[in-house]
């Protein structure tokens, strides 16, 4: 596609309950980005991948965060026991090359937890 | 990465040249600066980024000073659909920190 899809749009999860967010990166873009904005604040990093290797989880907060991007594509976050503070927009972004030049960004997921 | 400083707000008349400062006094030789901004309900776009020499594309005008120290963002005829937060980033190309570390940034807002 044209640009970096994510799905869903919005997402509304009662406390405890497990979700996974997609992101469709453009394609053929190495580099990708999961980041994480709470309502009011700049986005912060939460992971990256080099095609299917995933290069830096630092900014993951818990363990209940995990993200995947097996085929070095689509990539998949999943938050597993979700709390009320989880709620926030989940961004991705893709490069077509590492660490040079703008990146994409999505629209974005908006995650409501109950 | 480097720290940047932003004003919170500003405001630019429809039509006149939106100059958006950013500070960023312990830039490093290699660091980039590098501008976003964030449309409401969207994601963050990309701008425009430079290493030391003004640049200028379709959106925007960077402009460095010869210190590095700080930079102006210029939007030369802003238009209402300009209204975004406007992020200014310092990266480096090199190492391995690849990700972008965003501020608070500037709200714009282009008045009718």
């Known amino acids: 596609g044209a640009g970096v899809s994510q799905s869903p749009r919005y997402k509304v999860a009662k406390r405890g309950q497990d979700v996974a967010l997609r992101c469709d990166p453009i394609s053929g873009h190495v580099s990708l980005f999961w980041y994480q904005q709470a309502l009011g604040q700049g986005p912060e990093f939460l992971t990256y991948f080099q095609n299917e290797a995933q290069l830096d989880k630092s900014g993951l907060p818990s363990d209940r965060f995990f993200a995947e991007r097996p085929e070095g594509s689509v990539s998949t976050l999943k938050i597993q026991r979700t709390q009320q503070e989880d709620s926030a927009v989940y961004l991705c972004?893709?490069?077509?090359?590492?660490?040079?030049?703008?990146?994409?960004f999505g629209s974005g997921t908006r995650l409501t937890v109950v | 990465d480097a720290k940047t400083t932003q004003p919170t707000s500003m405001d630019c008349a429809e039509g006149r040249a939106a100059n958006l400062p950013c500070n960023h006094s312990t830039i490093s030789g290699n660091e980039y600066v590098y501008w976003y901004r964030q449309i409401h309900s969207q994601g963050p776009q990309y701008i425009i980024h430079g290493l030391k020499n003004n640049e200028t594309n379709e959106m925007a005008s960077l402009i460095i000073t010869e210190d590095r120290k700080s930079s102006t963002l210029i939007l030369p005829h802003a238009t209402l659909r300009d209204t975004a937060v406007y992020y200014c980033?310092?990266?480096?190309?090199?190492?391995?920190?690849?990700?972008?570390?965003f501020g608070s940034g500037t709200q714009l807002t282009v008045l009718p």
């Open positions: 980033i310092v990266r480096s190309h090199s190492g391995s920190a690849r990700q972008l570390t």
């Open positions: 972004a893709s490069s077509v090359r590492e660490g040079i030049g703008g990146y994409t």
